[in-house]
């Protein structure tokens, strides 16, 4: 089984819908993170989670909000979708203190908004 | 702000050849610098690292070079071959910044047979 899960993992939606994008993990990392993908953009940071009582905003935080219900969960939510946040969502976990710096990544998910 | 500038945006390599990646930072407090794989559909993976108390890592075929007064670092793949195809990403973090890296843009790399 996967380690860092993502739902859904396609996503088609129209503007001004509410959507919300789950993250799971079983690696008991306390560190999450939400990127988006854009074609030559590469990787930007959305939202990051020390631990559930710690959420700090990314590069590109505007239009979206984060919840950290439990270690292991983290949802990212667009309140209101617009076609320029259609892009390959990605969840990333890490944990200090072993392979330090390494973040491991969920399989992604493609949002389109319409 | 690109804070990690990549090139090129996309490269193809004949099977055996050497792939070369480049990637320039402006931000001296980096002391961490990884390079991601990611293969179609999937999320990136680490490739491998370094950090800037030594100049050079090799890992099998995959050898990063560091230049610290010139602020770049390259991602070398020996012998490329067409498994090797993949969207590669450098990035930069610092110690102590809670794991955050800055990615670069990424490059498309194609082995051909």
């Known amino acids: 089984d996967a380690d860092v899960t993502q739902t859904p993992r396609n996503r088609i939606t129209k503007t001004g819908k509410r959507i919300m994008l789950e993250c799971s993990q079983t690696k008991g990392h306390d560190r999450m993170y939400w990127y988006r993908q854009d074609p030559g953009l590469g990787l930007r940071l959305i939202y990051y989670?020390?631990?559930?009582?710690?959420?700090n905003k990314g590069e590109i935080s505007d239009g979206y909000s984060v919840s950290r219900q439990a270690q292991a969960k983290f949802s990212l939510s667009l309140e209101s979708a617009i076609p320029n946040q259609t892009a390959l969502y990605f969840c990333?976990?890490?944990?200090?203190?072993?392979?330090?710096?390494?973040?491991?990544f969920g399989p992604g998910t493609r949002l389109t908004v319409l | 702000q690109q804070q990690v500038k990549q090139s090129p945006q996309s490269l193809i390599v004949q099977k055996g050849g050497i792939s070369i990646i480049n990637c320039a930072y402006e931000n001296t407090a980096f002391d961490y610098f990884p390079w991601y794989q990611q293969f179609p559909g999937k999320g990136p993976a680490l490739l491998i690292a370094?950090?800037?108390?030594?100049s050079e890592k090799k890992e099998g075929r995959f050898t990063i070079s560091f230049n610290k007064s010139a602020k770049q670092f390259s991602l070398h793949i020996m012998d490329s071959q067409p498994g090797d195809s993949a969207t590669y990403f450098c990035a930069a973090g610092r110690t102590g910044g809670g794991n955050k890296l800055t990615f670069g843009t990424g490059t498309q790399l194609k082995v051909e047979l």
């Open positions: 989670s020390f631990d559930v009582k710690d959420i």
């Open positions: 990333a976990t890490s944990q200090p203190g072993t392979d330090t710096d390494t973040q491991y």
């Open positions: 370094i950090r800037p108390d030594v």
